[in-house]
């Protein structure tokens, strides 16, 4: 299966080894990251991705699911921490 997924050119192409598909840039050949088939608890079929780069804090779980008009990427963003919880930010503990 290869996959246009979005405008900037992204497909998912099978993969050799480990993984159901490659994650890539389209026509470069730059691997962004991996992704494997999956069923949900309810029974629809979705794609698990996981998008990885330097540029990235950290690695990025999403999952593309279809939808009437195509498919959709959808993840779930982190929470900041509070101000307070940062180490190094209490003045009382210097």
Not at 65 to 85: E, F, H, I, S, T
């Amino acid at each position: 299966m290869s996959a246009y997924v979005s405008n900037p050119g992204v497909s998912l192409l099978p993969a050799q080894k480990g993984v159901d598909y490659a994650v890539t840039l389209s026509g470069s050949g730059i691997e962004l990251g991996v992704a494997w088939k999956r069923t949900s608890g309810k029974g629809n079929d979705y794609v698990s991705v996981k998008l990885d780069s330097p540029f990235l804090p950290a690695p990025a779980n999403c999952a593309l699911v279809k939808q009437a008009d195509g498919y959709a990427l959808v993840w779930n963003r982190p929470k900041p921490k509070d101000d307070d919880d940062q180490a190094g930010d209490d003045p009382a503990a210097a």
